[in-house]
Nanobody, 125 residues
Framework: QVQLVESGGGSVEAGRSLTLSCAVS????????MAWFRQAPGKEREGVAA????????AYSDSVKGRFTISEDNAKNTVYLQMNSLKPDDTAMYFC??????????????????WGQGTQVTVSS
């Protein structure tokens, strides 16, 4: 079992930055992809960013590429999502996920997965 606890969400104005954190604990054997997803009201969940094999490779959705950065601090067992130049369209509940695998092209989940409870990000114009 893997436990994930997100933090760092909040309400900010457009153009500002936020950093989300995901504390990871438990047995991560077999987990090859750490990712962030988001879900806005009335919309499907979408993959935002992924870090593969401890940061060997990263992937981003087109909507956040160039603005968001995913990183892992293995010493702290924490995954981060640095979000810059936030837009109102970034408003959503953000979820950290530990995945067996993920597609770097589509940011889809492959295999089994573990999810955090989510942290809300609200961006006002």
């Amino acid at each position: 079992q893997v436990q994930l606890v997100e933090s760092g969400g909040g309400s900010v104005e457009a153009g500002r930055s936020l950093t989300l954190s995901c504390a990871v604990s438990g047995n991560t054997y077999g987990i090859n992809c750490m990712a962030w997803f988001r879900q806005a009201p009335g919309k499907e969940r979408e993959g935002v960013a992924a870090s593969i094999a401890g940061g060997v490779d990263t992937a981003y959705s087109d909507s956040v590429k160039g603005r968001f950065t995913i990183s892992e601090d293995n010493a702290k067992n924490t995954v981060y999502l640095q979000m810059n130049s936030l837009k109102p369209d970034d408003t959503a509940m953000y979820f950290c996920a530990a995945l067996q695998w993920c597609s770097t092209l589509t940011l889809k989940v492959i295999g089994h997965s573990y999810w955090g409870q989510g942290t809300q990000v609200t961006v006002s114009s």
